[in-house]
């Protein structure tokens, strides 16, 4: 079992930034992937960027250039540094591990952008 604690979330105005942490603990595990999802309501959860066990970070379109994510493999926590934000990127934001073919999620984290 695999748990997933999130921080950094909160209110900031239009352009600015937020780091969100998530650390992974647990018993004898190797985590494959770890990621950041969001979610809005009324609407499904969308996959934000992910970053593999070799290093790989993949980001969706719509935050290419914005956010960043990074992995630090040895303390088993990933990262996501979110610049320039926009009213759009309002969602709770939820860290997930994937370890084999299990997927773990955090509780999530708000990130208000707002005026």
């Known amino acids: 079992q695999v748990q997933l604690v999130e921080s950094g979330g909160g209110l900031v105005q239009p352009g600015g930034s937020l780091k969100l942490s998530c650390t992974a603990s647990?018993?004898?595990?190797?985590?494959?992937?770890m990621g950041w999802s969001r979610q809005t309501a009324g609407k499904e959860r969308e996959l934000v960027a992910a970053?593999?066990?070799?290093?790989?970070?993949n980001y969706e379109d719509f935050v290419k250039g914005r956010f960043t994510i990074s992995r630090d493999a040895a303390k088993n926590t990933v990262t996501l540094q979110m610049n320039s934000l926009t009213p759009e990127d309002t969602a709770v934001y939820y860290c997930?591990?994937?370890?084999?073919?299990?997927?773990?999620w955090g509780q999530g984290t708000q990130v208000t952008v707002s005026s």
């Open positions: 647990g018993s004898s595990f190797t985590i494959d992937a």
């Open positions: 970053v593999l066990k070799g290093g790989t970070a």
């Open positions: 997930n591990a994937l370890v084999g073919h299990t997927a773990y």
